[in-house]
């Protein structure tokens, strides 16, 4: 492994993590000795990684640090074509628009033998069944989401009663052929999912909801059985 592949593997062993890792885990998992693995952190830290800690205490890497695309290794660039190209089908128009940009940027700063991988990719998403998303603005979910807005709806039931809720939303799901807002629902006290095709109105209520998202979903995540991510 080059120098240059060894530190771009330290720095996405450090991202995985959000608390504090013992130098011999990283270590560990990246293959390398102790010794090895302290001088690479000085080198990322010279170059402008805010890696926090010492020998004997755990390292975490604070957000904000950037490698250029051309450190994408060729697997990695795959990966980014057809999650790209997923969305691009699958999601509403905005993020279909923005997956097919993020990828043309990407392009654009790679070099000539990947650019041409990326143009030839094998990797296709094939047709799938057709989606009930509804009449709701998806982007208006997405912002009140990342702002932590209240969402006032008219939500309709599978028997078609309607009903008028005030909901937190913090995660939006993307099924294979539904799309659900996750949230927490004032009117039952508890999570609830609601699928957009079945919301008929919403408009995002100015006061931010009084807990914050990631409290939210990771309440909501111990409740379903699902593992939280290190």
């Known amino acids: 492994m080059s120098r240059s592949e060894r530190l771009l593997t330290l720095i996405q062993v450090l991202r995985r993590h959000r608390r504090p890792v013992s130098g011999r885990a990283l270590a560990a998992e990246t293959g390398i000795s102790l010794r090895t693995l302290y001088r690479d952190i000085a080198t990322l830290q010279a170059q402008g990684a805010d890696i926090e800690g010492e020998p004997g205490l755990g390292y975490v890497l604070r957000p904000g ?121 004032e009117l039952r006290q508890g999570f609830r999912h609601f699928r957009t095709d079945r919301i008929v109105e919403l408009a995002t209520i100015e006061a931010r909801y009084p807990r914050r998202r990631q409290s939210l979903l990771k309440e909501w995540r111990e409740s379903q059985g699902i593992a939280s991510r290190d």
């Open 65 to 185: 640090f950037m490698l250029p695309p051309l450190m994408f290794s060729e697997d990695e660039i795959e990966a980014l074509v057809l999650g790209s190209r997923w969305v691009a089908q699958r999601a509403d128009d905005r993020l279909g628009d923005a997956a097919r940009n993020a990828l043309a940027k990407i392009a654009a700063v790679l070099p000539d033998d990947l650019r041409q991988g990326l143009d030839a990719n094998a990797l296709l998403v094939g047709p799938g069944q057709a989606i009930a998303g509804g009449s709701i603005d998806l982007a208006a979910v997405r912002r009140a989401i990342r702002a932590e807005r209240k969402l006032a709806i008219a939500y309709r039931g599978p028997e078609g009663a309607e009903t008028r809720r005030v909901i937190w939303p913090f995660a939006l799901g993307f099924f294979d052929q539904v799309r659900m807002v996750v949230a927490w629902c």
